[in-house]
């Protein structure tokens, strides 16, 4: 029952009612509640409610995101798009948190309340506010998944194809430890690749589109990632030695040279386009300009 434009009253089971706040107004047509109580202290609560028809008008307007880890999307038309995470401040604070627990004695009282301080800092954070209001609390995951349903929704809203990657994300971001028998090789590394990753929630970041683009005459292409990154947008030479870094791409052959992850996000986009092309709507394997060949330097 909503008492204010802010406030509303819930009746739980053995709980009687519970008032809560309200962060967006309720739909006209909602189902039952859930609520979900967080590591943090935090509780919230949601509501089932059908998806709304998102109004708009095709203008053939078409664009490929591609994800990676120094910038967490890249455009076909060259945008780069971080999403945020830890202030350093924070950063550190959680370092010190980290270090203190793994000194702790498993099981011990001290060592529940630093893991309590660890989940608050990561589960509440304040972020910058204005003078006329007071400091909102969000969480490092709030930011995370703030920012790809804002991408997400602009993508659907300004245009009529969207491209991405058919990454396998959970193979990924397996550990490369090993065994005692065969263990593996720069596992560091390996493990620092697969944190970035989760950080930037590659597999919302892939599945965020389609769900908006359902409810609006939207297509959404998963295109075969293989050579991507390696193939130039400009006269198609693939060779593993084109990309020179993470962050720059050099054509060995024509000498083009761009950002890395736009030069990938533009053929990820000529594979979407190449798909409609034959009068496809999706792609298990990719078409053939995205399963071109490596060619040797």
Request: hydrophobic share 40%.
């Amino acid at each position: 029952m909503r008492q204010s434009r802010r406030w509303a009253t819930l009746q739980v089971a053995k709980c009687g009612p519970v008032r809560f706040r309200l962060s967006r107004l309720l739909p006209a047509e909602h189902k039952m509640a859930r609520v979900t109580f967080g590591r943090s202290g935090r509780r919230h609560v949601s509501f089932c409610a059908p998806q709304p028809v998102f109004e708009r008008t095709l203008i053939g307007a078409a664009v490929a995101l591609d994800a990676w880890v120094v910038a967490s999307l890249a455009t076909s038309d060259g945008q780069m798009l971080h999403a945020p995470g830890l202030r350093a401040g924070e950063t550190q604070r959680l370092r010190r948190l980290q270090r203190k627990l793994a000194r702790q004695q498993k099981g011990s009282k001290r060592r529940g309340e630093t893991k309590t301080a660890t989940a608050k800092l990561k589960a509440t954070q304040a972020t910058q506010a204005t003078q006329a209001t007071q400091a909102t609390q969000a969480t490092q995951a709030d930011r995370r998944r703030d920012f790809i349903e804002q991408a997400a929704t602009a993508s659907v809203r300004y245009f009529d194809l969207i491209a991405v990657e058919d990454l396998d994300v959970k193979t990924m971001v397996r550990s490369a430890r090993g065994a005692i028998a065969a263990p593996g090789v720069n596992v560091a590394a390996k493990r620092g690749l697969n944190r970035a990753i989760s950080a930037r929630g590659w597999s919302r970041l892939r599945r965020c589109p389609l769900g908006k683009a359902a409810t609006c005459k939207v297509t959404v292409l998963s295109v075969y990632p293989a050579h991507t990154s390696q193939r130039c947008a400009v006269c198609g030479h693939t060779c593993a030695e084109n990309r020179k870094s993470q962050a720059v791409f050099g054509c060995r052959a024509c000498g083009h040279r761009a950002n890395a992850d736009v030069n990938a996000a533009k053929n990820i986009l000529a594979a979407g386009l190449a798909v409609t092309a034959r009068g496809g709507t999706s792609q298990q394997h990719g078409p053939d300009e995205a399963r071109t060949q490596p060619v040797a330097g």
